[in-house]
């Protein structure tokens, strides 16, 4: 499926993505600003994991580092399957559950990368980098898990079980 000579695919044999469920009818664009939000999170906490891993194979081949490294990986890796564990949730409470379960993966991986810092064994920009995504993606979640629990995320559109959401969208009681 070649276009030409020079190796590039022709586009149009490409497969093309199926409608997004749940937004059949609705404009491409109002598809995207409705998925975006979760999908933006998802694909930026994948990215992260796959930071961690490039850490994690740049480190030196020593002991320290390799213990070091293995559980950054280990904690760093497992952010994005607690988030979309999270988009997947049955309940608000589980919801919240899978987003606190990520936040403590986080700051988890915060604390490995410090010691990595403070032990020079790796580059301070590569990881002062990711340090910085680290607290971008824990203030994020927190903000997330803090309105979770507000309530204030639920509409009377949410299918998870158990949201405290009324019939017009407050609160009971």
């Known amino acids: 499926m070649q276009d030409d ?12 993505p199926a409608p997004c469920e749940g937004h059949v009818g609705k404009t491409p664009k109002a598809a995207q ?10 694909l930026r ?27 950054a990986l280990r904690s760093g890796t497992s952010v994005g399957a607690h988030y979309r564990e999270a988009t997947r949730a049955r309940s608000q409470a589980e919801f919240i559950s899978k987003l606190e379960v990520a936040l403590q993966e986080l ?10 810092l403070d032990a020079r064994l790796a580059s301070d920009e590569d990881l002062a980098d ?8 824990i203030a994020i979640i927190v903000v997330s898990v803090r309105t979770a629990k507000s309530g ?11 949201s405290s959401a009324s019939a017009d969208g407050t609160r009971p009681g």
């Open 152 to 162: 204030k995320g639920t509409t009377t559109g949410d299918r998870r079980k158990g």
């Open 107 to 116: 700051d988890e991986t915060a604390y490995w990368l410090e010691l990595m």
């Open 45 to 71: 906490t994948r990215q992260y994991a796959l930071s961690v891993v490039r850490l994690y194979g740049a480190l030196p081949n020593t002991a320290v580092a390799q213990v070091l490294g293995r559980q």
């Open 130 to 137: 990711l340090l910085k995504e680290t607290n971008a993606l």
């Open 33 to 42: 600003e409705a998925l975006r939000g979760p999908y933006d999170l998802r």
């Open 5 to 16: 000579e020079s190796g590039m695919i022709n586009d149009e044999h490409r497969r093309r």
